[in-house]
């Protein structure tokens, strides 16, 4: 059985605050959410872990925008007074 060595807080799904001492059964939910591996005096049993997700397929390169011109863009006129 899962024991902690201190007072934990832990945030739920639903924004919820809860603190478990080192007295409290930690309920399934938060011992996953509980990673740091000196709050627990004895750490719960690894888990199954799901399925991981198939790899993601390359992604294509994101298209360039065209460069930016500069303002006169080379075809004006020089005026030489």
Excluded: C, Y
């Amino acid at each position: 059985m899962a024991t902690l060595a201190t007072n934990v807080h832990v945030t739920d799904d639903n924004g919820v605050s809860h603190v478990f001492s080192p007295d409290d059964v930690v309920p399934d939910w938060a011992q996953a959410l509980i990673t740091n591996p000196k709050a627990w005096q004895d750490p719960p049993a690894p888990r199954e872990s799901t399925p991981a997700a198939p790899p993601a397929t390359k992604a294509t390169p994101a298209k360039r925008a065209a460069p930016r011109r500069k303002a006169g863009g080379g075809d004006a006129a020089v005026s030489g007074d």
